[in-house]
């Protein structure tokens, strides 16, 4: 590829079809590069050239085959065909914690001595995948075991959010790209211009601390947010009057910290941890992300004590738990609030119904559980119920008529752990109502009826 070449589109591999990687080529291919998805999983790939994925997210299936049909984007398993003629190759397989907390760079090098027998001179292969600083050289070895072509190195992090994944792809906040030579950041550089977001040239090392950076510092603000809502509780505060009232400092802002029952989903729980154990391979043992860490593994253990004892124990009760998934608009349920909590009800007692719009417990590969039972409709979630849990703030679950299914002849509690359901008119329905972060009074005389 010469310089020139560069400001032109570009033959692009990405390698992993996974969330990240699918979603990446998709946008590629629509400001027109043309673009290899290229994964070992043969039944993943028979999907996605049918332009079927196989995990839910908004929009992205219109646009799969919208760039599909131009014939820019394609799928394939076979590693010669689609390294042979890229001029940028990008890694987006996954990271998985390793037992010590550390980022496991196993599938990151094996795709790395995979594609380097089939590299063109003077290729650049990015790796987009999450991994710590350091981490180039490890990649610049495992290549140089199977070529003896020039090749050129970057790393390029990813900050796209799940359920948004297209918007966000398609219009980033920044693109961060982390190399040392000037023909890579000018390729690079040229490749992202279509996206027109500020583009941030930096080293690799710089690129993946901030991706660190950006998820624990957000993981911190919700760990903070949770810990005043805690306060708030013990005081008569209401942590959403706090947050607003804060939120004007433009150093502070009011978006993204609303509390909840801790940040799940795939990336905050793992980064978190990855820099925990990052800190203390260097040496850093006493640091900051090892406590967020702990307070947010905690967390849903500690509120169902805390509701049980307010709701008179869990024992032969009938729970509805609605949101399944890890947050709205996504099928996907790692480290999801449901997966703790409902372990958790059975444990203390109670009869566990779930409903979600997306997930499915069962097809998601959770064990099947006795007293859980996950159900169709939302409606049917709620029949007879003691206790309601809204987990996740899909529109369909705040927007319910709660005042449907309540019965007068029973003391029945609403449980809202995204603080998104309007508290006079639950109380108006006749619910006991436990938010987050607020001292909500129980009515005595239902206490004691619930026990
Ligand atoms: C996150 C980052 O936002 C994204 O930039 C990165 O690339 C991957 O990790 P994602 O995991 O898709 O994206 O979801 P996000 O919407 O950020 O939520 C993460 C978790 O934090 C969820 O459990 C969510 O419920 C929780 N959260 C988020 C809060 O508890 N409060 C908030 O204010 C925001």
């Given at each position: 590829m010469s310089v020139s070449q560069s400001t032109r589109s570009l033959n692009l591999t990405i390698i992993g079809t996974g969330f990240v990687g699918v979603v990446s080529a998709a946008v590629y291919a629509h400001f027109g590069n043309q673009v290899y998805g290229l994964d070992i999983d043969k039944h993943k790939i028979d999907l996605l050239k049918d332009s079927q994925i196989p995990f839910f997210e908004p929009g992205l299936a219109e646009l799969l085959q919208k760039t599909q049909k131009t014939g820019r984007l394609k799928f394939t398993t076979n590693y010669q065909k689609a390294i042979s003629q890229a001029d940028v190759i990008l890694i987006a397989v996954g990271t998985p914690s390793a037992p010590s907390g550390n980022a496991d760079l196993k599938y990151v090098l094996a795709a790395s001595v995979s594609l380097a027998p089939y590299l063109k001179q003077d290729a650049i292969v990015v790796v987009k995948s999450t991994v710590p600083p350091g981490t180039l050289a490890k990649v610049a070895e495992a290549i140089k075991t199977k070529t003896k072509r020039h090749f050129y190195l970057a790393s390029l992090p990813e900050f796209l959010k799940e359920g948004t994944a297209v918007a966000d792809t398609l219009k980033p906040d920044r693109i961060v790209i982390g190399a040392t030579d000037p023909f890579v950041f000018q390729v690079l550089e040229a490749l992202h211009q279509p996206f027109g977001a500020p583009i941030v040239k930096i080293s690799p090392e710089s690129a993946q601390m901030a991706k660190y950076a950006a998820n624990n510092f957000l993981a911190t603000r919700i760990t903070f947010a949770n810990q005043l809502a805690d306060l708030c509780e013990k005081n008569g505060a209401d942590i959403d009057e706090v947050i607003k009232a804060i939120g004007y400092d433009q150093r502070i802002g009011a978006h993204y910290w609303y509390p909840g029952f801790g940040y799940g989903g795939s990336c905050f729980p793992k980064d978190v941890k990855e820099l925990a154990a990052y800190s203390r391979t260097v040496g850093e043992a006493d640091n900051l992300f090892n406590k967020i860490d702990a307070l947010n593994e905690t967390r849903i253990a500690k509120l169902l004590d805390h509701y049980e004892k307010l709701i008179g124990g869990f024992e032969h009760k009938k729970v509805a738990v609605l949101g399944l998934s890890f947050k709205p608009n996504t099928n996907d349920m790692r480290v999801a609030p449901s997966t703790k909590v409902i372990p958790l009800l059975i444990e203390k007692g109670a009869e566990v119904v779930g409903y979600d719009p997306k997930a499915s417990w069962l097809e998601f590969g959770l064990p099947q559980l006795d007293n859980f039972q996950q159900l169709k409709t939302i409606e049917a979630a709620l029949e007879n119920v003691d206790v309601i849990f809204?987990?996740?703030?899909w529109p369909e679950i705040v927007q319910f008529d709660y005042g449907k299914i309540r019965q007068k002849n029973k003391p029945q509690w609403l449980i809202d752990a995204r603080n998104q359901l309007d508290i006079q008119q639950v109380q108006k329905w006749g619910f006991n109502y436990l938010a987050i972060g607020k001292s909500v009074k129980v009515p005595s005389y239902e206490r004691a009826k619930s026990k």
């Amino acid at each position: 590829m010469s310089v020139s070449q560069s400001t032109r589109s570009l033959n692009l591999t990405i390698i992993g079809t996974g969330f990240v990687g699918v979603v990446s080529a998709a946008v590629y291919a629509h400001f027109g590069n043309q673009v290899y998805g290229l994964d070992i999983d043969k039944h993943k790939i028979d999907l996605l050239k049918d332009s079927q994925i196989p995990f839910f997210e908004p929009g992205l299936a219109e646009l799969l085959q919208k760039t599909q049909k131009t014939g820019r984007l394609k799928f394939t398993t076979n590693y010669q065909k689609a390294i042979s003629q890229a001029d940028v190759i990008l890694i987006a397989v996954g990271t998985p914690s390793a037992p010590s907390g550390n980022a496991d760079l196993k599938y990151v090098l094996a795709a790395s001595v995979s594609l380097a027998p089939y590299l063109k001179q003077d290729a650049i292969v990015v790796v987009k995948s999450t991994v710590p600083p350091g981490t180039l050289a490890k990649v610049a070895e495992a290549i140089k075991t199977k070529t003896k072509r020039h090749f050129y190195l970057a790393s390029l992090p990813e900050f796209l959010k799940e359920g948004t994944a297209v918007a966000d792809t398609l219009k980033p906040d920044r693109i961060v790209i982390g190399a040392t030579d000037p023909f890579v950041f000018q390729v690079l550089e040229a490749l992202h211009q279509p996206f027109g977001a500020p583009i941030v040239k930096i080293s690799p090392e710089s690129a993946q601390m901030a991706k660190y950076a950006a998820n624990n510092f957000l993981a911190t603000r919700i760990t903070f947010a949770n810990q005043l809502a805690d306060l708030c509780e013990k005081n008569g505060a209401d942590i959403d009057e706090v947050i607003k009232a804060i939120g004007y400092d433009q150093r502070i802002g009011a978006h993204y910290w609303y509390p909840g029952f801790g940040y799940g989903g795939s990336c905050f729980p793992k980064d978190v941890k990855e820099l925990a154990a990052y800190s203390r391979t260097v040496g850093e043992a006493d640091n900051l992300f090892n406590k967020i860490d702990a307070l947010n593994e905690t967390r849903i253990a500690k509120l169902l004590d805390h509701y049980e004892k307010l709701i008179g124990g869990f024992e032969h009760k009938k729970v509805a738990v609605l949101g399944l998934s890890f947050k709205p608009n996504t099928n996907d349920m790692r480290v999801a609030p449901s997966t703790k909590v409902i372990p958790l009800l059975i444990e203390k007692g109670a009869e566990v119904v779930g409903y979600d719009p997306k997930a499915s417990w069962l097809e998601f590969g959770l064990p099947q559980l006795d007293n859980f039972q996950q159900l169709k409709t939302i409606e049917a979630a709620l029949e007879n119920v003691d206790v309601i849990f809204v987990l996740i703030e899909w529109p369909e679950i705040v927007q319910f008529d709660y005042g449907k299914i309540r019965q007068k002849n029973k003391p029945q509690w609403l449980i809202d752990a995204r603080n998104q359901l309007d508290i006079q008119q639950v109380q108006k329905w006749g619910f006991n109502y436990l938010a987050i972060g607020k001292s909500v009074k129980v009515p005595s005389y239902e206490r004691a009826k619930s026990k």
